[in-house]
């Protein structure tokens, strides 16, 4: 059914006045490189990429009408031809080998598409559970850095988003807060207590404001404590052989009283003596 409208779809004409020649334009496909490759898992998500792509061009329509019948204006068919042959390309351009084998044989995109929503929207519903389990556990730490914490926050709201989940802007704002590290608790208290509610934007705003501050600080006390140690090493060290005091008791100036009759001098003269008187006896 697409095989001889697709035929029929030429490229537009400019025709030059002067030499009464044409020049014949191909209108350009999109660049489908920045689509990934769709692997049975992610179908939102992939589709929502397909469809983005497709929009810029402003032929989305194909993918959700049939070819409309021979009594349509020409004009109108022969736009939805290029726009159809436009969507069915880039969607199998945008498959691996083993699903490009089996949705060649479609003529449509709004076939394909539709065989994907019946597919793998109910497969989805599982998707949708490990989603929401993301977004719940995820949490922030402490070693990494808060902006690159806020984008993985972005991230699991895109994932929310995909899986057509609604979730109330309060409470997307307050789940923030509390996935705040465990050294940013005075902090949340102050979030907490305050009287007017901040919307998402304002939020991460306002957090990045306090993480810039907090790195600061943390930076004027690290060249403090760097200064305060260049100091104590500039100080003059003492010589390492320099004369030590002497802690034991000081010599008086005044001689100490000599004891003229120790115990062993007095034995000595004791013996002495009993033998002169021994001698003289004899």
């Known amino acids: 059914m697409a095989d001889s409208g697709e035929n029929n779809n030429t490229a537009p004409e400019m025709s030059n006045g002067a030499s009464g020649t044409s020049t014949i334009f191909a209108k350009p496909f999109p660049n489908i490189s920045k689509i990934e490759v769709f692997s049975g898992q992610n179908f939102r998500r992939w589709q929502k990429c397909v469809s983005t792509l497709l929009d ?35 969607m199998l351009s945008a498959l691996p080998n083993d699903f490009f084998d089996v949705y060649c044989s479609y003529k449509e995109a709004k076939e394909i598409r539709d065989s994907f929503i019946l597919k793998y929207t109910i497969e989805d519903v599982v998707q949708q559970r490990f989603v929401i389990g993301n977004y719940y556990h995820w949490k922030m730490i402490e070693d990494k850095d808060i902006k690159i914490q806020i984008n993985e926050y972005h991230k699991l709201l895109e994932d929310i988003k995909v899986e057509n989940i609604v979730l109330p802007d309060e409470f997307i704002s307050e789940l923030l807060i509390e996935k705040l590290p465990q050294s940013w608790t005075d902090y949340k208290q102050q979030l907490k207590h305050g ?88």
């Open 56 to 90: 810029m061009y402003r032929i989305t329509y194909a993918l959700t009408t049939s070819k409309p019948d021979t009594s349509s204006p020409a004009k109108q068919i022969e736009d939805w031809i290029h726009a159809n042959k436009v969507c069915r390309h880039t």
């Open 195 to 282: 009287h007017r509610h901040m919307s998402l934007p304002d939020l991460i705003t306002h957090i990045i404001i306090e993480d810039t501050n907090r790195k600061e600080c943390a930076a004027a006390r690290a060249k403090a404590l760097s200064a305060k140690a260049n100091t104590i090493e500039d100080r003059p060290t003492p010589e390492r052989y320099e004369k030590k005091l002497d802690h034991k008791k000081k010599k008086s100036n005044f001689p100490l009283p000599v004891d003229l009759n120790p115990p062993l001098r007095r034995r000595e003269i004791a013996l002495f003596v009993e033998s002169q008187v021994t001698c003289t006896s004899v």
